[in-house]
């Protein structure tokens, strides 16, 4: 009978010991890939963080169009729209965030469309935006923040709200050549 127990005890106990190390062994790859894992999530934190810097610079864009194109200066060559503030009245300013896209009449800041649903992708010449019916491409074309607008897709039927060719940083407007409504008060 002794033997009958031993037989049964000892491979029980070395069964014992060898799922202990198994664990241990597993307990230990965990430990080890844990670090890994952190460091992936932070990385894309940051990465998520990066892109929305990068929407900074098209934070706020106001339509501009070419009057000089002659001209090298691009302060002088591209202007504020006149026909589009000052007659129309119709030109629609585009603000991006990493939540929304909006199209705001530049005279009625409460004439707005919006476009929640978005990819965004920018790199050093432009951004791309893509909803589910349209592309928004923005291009850079010269040295300062003044970026040519294409849409693909679907036309958008806006009302007050015309999408101008070229945008520019809101912030600089003042150092563009303003032309005066007059008597239109725009």
Do not use: W
């Not at 241990?24 to 894309?44: F, G, H």
Request: aromatic content about 10%; some cysteine; overall charge positive.
């Amino acid at each position: 009978m002794k033997f009958t127990i031993k037989t049964i005890f000892l491979p029980c106990i070395a069964l014992l010991f060898s799922c202990q190390q198994k664990n241990e062994a597993q307990k230990t790859a965990i430990a080890v890939s844990t670090p890994a894992s952190i460091d992936t999530l932070q990385k894309k934190e940051a990465m998520k963080s990066t892109s929305s810097d990068d929407l900074a610079l098209f934070n706020q864009l106001y339509p501009i169009d070419i009057l000089q194109p002659e001209s090298k200066n691009s302060f002088k060559k591209y202007g504020i729209e006149f026909s589009g503030i000052c007659y129309a009245c119709d030109l629609a300013e585009i603000k991006i965030n990493k939540k929304q896209l909006l199209l705001v009449n530049v005279c009625d800041s409460n004439e707005i469309y919006q476009i929640k649903e978005f990819t965004a992708i920018s790199n050093d010449t432009g951004l791309i935006i893509k909803t589910q019916h349209n592309e928004f491409i923005f291009k850079r074309v010269e040295k300062e923040p003044i970026f040519e607008l294409q849409i693909k897709g679907n036309s958008l039927l806006l009302k007050n709200k015309r999408i101008a060719k070229y945008y520019t940083q809101k912030s600089l407007i003042d150092q563009f050549e303003v032309h005066d409504c007059g008597d239109f008060q725009g």
